[in-house]
């Protein structure tokens, strides 16, 4: 009898002994804030050597932005946006900027991007007419500038960045998307106000 309670009481002591309450006690930091207790000083581990934002690895400056390279960010201006789409333009990809804008832009900018889309006929603030009026954000700023001569660079960071009642829409339309619909925006300011070279083009292709 004596030997059981000897086990027992040993096993007691021994489980006693491994609940130990380490882990309970350990230092806690809320994401990405400072910890003194971290040998790096922070609550989350160093990135690694060359890291990068998802999505941006293959992205030039250039193609993220519509900015030309080395201009300051907060610069505005003609020259400081790339003048043409800085990917190549396929057919592909002016339908998927057809079906994108027709998926995201219509609904304000029309069909046709004439700004009489469904959300202005209900009394919000009407869109420019991208063959027909001049660029608000330009406009702001001392220069009046058609949108059918403002750099593609701007009409993607408009896209991507939002304007006066326009929300950004960065977070729905991938890079690659927002110049799809660049090259589809061309093509309807060019299909209802060609200019006089593409209209001699278009006859010479008859």
């Known amino acids: 009898m004596n030997r059981r309670i000897l086990i027992t009481v040993g096993c007691a002591a021994a489980l006693a002994a491994g609940c130990r309450q380490d882990m309970a006690k350990q230092p806690i930091g809320r994401p990405l804030s400072g910890l003194a207790e971290s040998a790096s000083g922070s609550s989350a581990r160093p990135l690694e050597p060359g890291t990068v934002p998802r999505g941006s690895l293959a992205d030039p400056y250039e193609v993220r932005t519509g900015r030309r390279a080395g201009t300051d960010p907060n610069a505005f201006g003609k020259d400081v946006f790339v003048a043409r789409v800085p ?23 029309g069909r046709l991007g004439n ?22 954000g330009f406009k702001i700023r ?13 009409i993607f960071e408009v896209i991507s960045r939002g304007f006066g009642a326009m929300a950004d829409y960065s977070a729905q ?19 209802q106000r060609p200019a006089p070279d593409d209209l001699k083009k278009a006859e010479a292709l008859k």
């Open 87 to 109: 990917i190549d333009v396929t057919d592909e990809l002016v339908q998927r900027g057809r079906e994108r804008f027709n998926i995201y832009c219509a609904i304000c900018h």
């Open 115 to 136: 700004g009489d889309g469904k959300i202005p006929e209900r009394g919000f603030t009407r869109p420019p007419s991208f063959p027909d009026d001049l660029s608000r």
């Open 142 to 154: 001392g220069t009046d500038l058609p949108l059918t001569e403002v750099p593609d660079g701007y």
């Open 173 to 191: 339309v991938p890079v690659h998307d927002r110049w799809a619909i660049v090259t589809y925006v061309r093509a309807l300011q060019k299909s």
